[in-house]
């Protein structure tokens, strides 16, 4: 019986899976999108941890 019941899940299981996969992501509009983000101060204040660990300059000791 568990036998049946393991192929049948992993059957679920492959069958909810996407066959496609996703577009390549094109770095210069990446980049251009996240220029823009970073500079907009309400965006900042909304994402503030991701701007942290993303736009923030790096101490320079």
């Known amino acids: ?5 393991l ?4 059957i679920a ?14 770095p210069t509009a990446s980049a251009a999108i996240l220029k823009k983000d970073c500079s907009d101060p309400k965006w900042q204040q909304e994402n503030l ?3 942290y ?8 000791w």
């Open 7 to 10: 192929v049948s899940l992993m």
């Open 13 to 26: 299981l492959a069958a909810c899976s996407s066959s496609t996969p996703a577009p390549p992501a094109d």
């Open 1 to 5: 019986m568990r036998p049946g019941v």
């Open 49 to 51: 941890g991701l701007w």
């Open 53 to 60: 660990s993303v736009c923030r300059q790096s101490l320079r």
